[in-house]
């Protein structure tokens, strides 16, 4: 069964760092593109960035571009979204979702397989 588990969220103030991980089980982590979201009370979900099948090509959406980075360990069926710089509006629960083929995609609608989320607070 395919399973996408989220961590690494929590509370941070302006300014500081978090890194969140992504963690795949239940199939080969290798073939598939992986997305990073995020939905803010009485918000959209909004694409955050992705990462392709492997690691060659990634994406981000221009309101975290310069301050999160995506990276990804197949062998350890690891994905990590690494946020520096964490600003306010930041705060949101972060999702992780899976897509069997590249090329990878910001668009939450291509995405079939979802994790359960993780916060992320950014506050003084």
């Known amino acids: 069964q395919l399973q996408l588990v989220e961590s690494g969220g929590g509370l941070v103030q302006p300014g500081g760092s978090l890194r969140l991980s992504c963690a795949a089980s239940?199939?080969?982590?290798?073939?598939?593109?992986i997305g990073w979201f995020r939905q803010a009370p009485r918000k959209e979900r909004e694409g955050v960035s992705c990462i392709s099948s492997t690691g060659g090509s990634t994406k981000y959406a221009d309101s975290v571009k310069g301050r999160f980075t995506v990276t990804r360990d197949n062998a350890k069926k690891m994905v990590y979204l690494h946020m520096n710089g964490l600003k306010p509006e930041d705060t949101a629960v972060y999702y992780c979702?899976?897509?069997?083929?590249?090329?990878?995609?910001?668009?939450?609608?291509?995405?079939?397989?979802w994790g359960q989320g993780t916060q992320v607070t950014v506050s003084s």
């Open positions: 979702a899976a897509k069997p083929v590249d090329p990878c995609t910001v668009d939450a609608d291509s995405y079939g397989y």
């Open positions: 239940g199939f080969t982590l290798d073939y598939y593109a």
